[in-house]
Nanobody
Framework: VKLVESGGGLVQAGGSQRLSCAAA????????IAWFRQAPGKDREFLAA????????YYSDSVQGRFTISKDNAKNTVNLQMNSLKPEDTAVYYC?????????????????WGQGTQVTVSS
């Protein structure tokens, strides 16, 4: 199972950025997909998860209302729309896949990870 993130870059505080996670294999069908991030010197943080068919979502309290996870079934991608970005959102963002519940994606032992994409928010 291969996951490939894209869409990272430099954005000013208050701006928006959209990340995409492409699943390269059809065997990922039925898996939950989540976004995480890791800032320098900090632990990896769960952000949001979505069911493979895009019908259910689950968010961390820290990003609820600012970030939106969605699924493009035609393109087989999972997107993370990030609004009202803050310098503290600066991190490497990862997508991940596992066959578990959306809530358990926050702490499960996840087997499939993308390589990560850097998001830098300037003040």
């Amino acid at each position: 199972v291969k996951l490939v993130e894209s869409g990272g870059g430099l954005v000013q505080a208050g701006g928006s950025q959209r990340l995409s996670c492409a699943a390269a294999e059809r065997t990922i069908n039925g898996y939950a997909i989540a976004w995480f991030r890791q800032a320098p010197g900090k632990d990896r943080e769960f952000l949001a998860a979505i069911s493979w068919y895009g019908t259910n979502t689950y968010y961390s309290d820290s990003v609820q209302g600012r970030f939106t996870i969605s699924k493009d079934n035609a393109k087989n991608t999972v997107n993370l729309q990030m609004n009202s970005l803050k310098p503290e959102d600066t991190a490497v963002y990862y997508c991940a896949a596992e066959r578990t519940t959306l809530q358990r994606m926050a702490y499960a032992n996840i087997n499939y990870w993308g390589q990560g994409t850097q998001v830098t928010v300037s003040s």
